[in-house]
């Protein structure tokens, strides 16, 4: 599937000096905006937090199919817990962009949408150490 990537975001890749960040978004009843930096970008203002720790690669295919990510979040803060334990999570939406940002972490263009979905599901993990 082709996607339309903005100009500006195409002319900074191209540059040798950029830097990435991570925005995730669920939308919950009240929408959580998180990121690994502090950024305004699509109109809102996405918080930097610690606890969003990683997401695994996504595929496309041209054959009908399901494809999913899997997001991986600290639980240190207990709040995303408790969300999950006491909202109905289930098709609650889910977006991730990655933004090219300059070298002041201002948002270059705008940010690439990776993965458009929903929530099918959660785990928690733990173990004597985590």
Do not use: C, H
């Amino acid at each position: 599937m082709t996607r339309a990537i903005n100009a500006t975001t195409v002319a900074a890749l191209q540059n040798d000096s950029f830097n990435f960040a991570t925005l995730v978004y669920f939308g919950f009843s009240t929408a959580i905006r998180i990121t690994d930096r502090n950024i305004s970008a699509l109109s809102n203002t996405w918080s930097s937090s610690g606890n969003f720790l990683q997401f695994s690669s996504s595929s496309e295919s041209a054959e009908l199919a399901v494809n999913g990510i899997d997001i991986t979040l600290s639980s240190v803060e207990q709040s995303y817990v408790s969300i999950f334990l006491t909202q109905n999570y289930v098709d609650v939406p889910v977006k991730l962009y990655r933004a090219v940002l300059d070298n002041s972490d201002s948002v270059v263009g705008e940010p690439i949408l990776v993965f458009d979905g929903f929530i099918v599901g959660f785990a928690i993990e733990d173990s004597e150490n985590s």
